[in-house]
């Protein structure tokens, strides 16, 4: 096996300075893990059972309120069985961004149309997890909380690639 040593200023790598780099597709995987949930759900359906069960008017409603919230619950942990996590796919030309985490269906915007892609560190939706990815397209502001990725680098590369404009030797490749 051969080493080929390149310098700097040569005509060879002019050339391989000239050549069109293949157009940069960026995927990333949205994580879930819908077993997380499980003791949660039991904990509320076990808790708000035994409390309409066992105790008066008050402790009741309480007990109401804790099976509804395991309820809703198990329904969202059911749909992460269901449906894959869900993935970000940008290109030169698009960008396809899940409507939510384990929902069916992906929402496709041509680049142009994402105005702008930024990470809230600090003033974050209410029950949310600090940084959320926002994605501005076509009017809609898409919201991806840091829990849905396997790690914050994950979203900075987004904003990365949402950040560089594709070049006219990627549009050109895209067709």
């Given at each position: ?31 879930v ?93 209410w ?9 501005e ?16 680098t ?22």
């Open positions: 096996m051969a080493l080929h040593v390149v310098a700097a200023g040569s005509p060879e790598q002019a050339a391989a300075d000239a050549e069109p780099a293949p157009p940069r597709t960026l995927v990333v995987e949205l994580a893990a819908p077993g997380r949930a499980l003791g949660w759900i039991a904990f509320c359906l076990i808790l708000g059972s035994l409390l309409i069960w066992k105790l008066a008017t008050v402790a009741q409603w309480l007990g109401g309120v804790l099976v509804l919230i395991g309820v809703v619950t198990a329904v969202f942990t059911a749909l992460a069985y269901i449906y894959p996590a869900g993935r970000i796919v940008i290109d030169a030309s698009r960008v396809a961004l899940p409507r939510g985490r384990s929902r069916p269906g992906v929402v496709t915007y041509p680049r142009a149309d994402v105005g702008a892609a930024y990470l809230l560190r600090r003033s974050t939706p029950l949310r997890s600090a940084p959320v990815l926002v994605v397209a076509a009017g809609r502001a898409h919201l991806f909380p840091r829990d849905w990725f396997a790690s914050e994950d979203q900075a590369r987004v904003v990365d690639a949402l950040a560089q404009a594709p070049t006219p030797a990627d549009l050109a490749a895209q067709g």
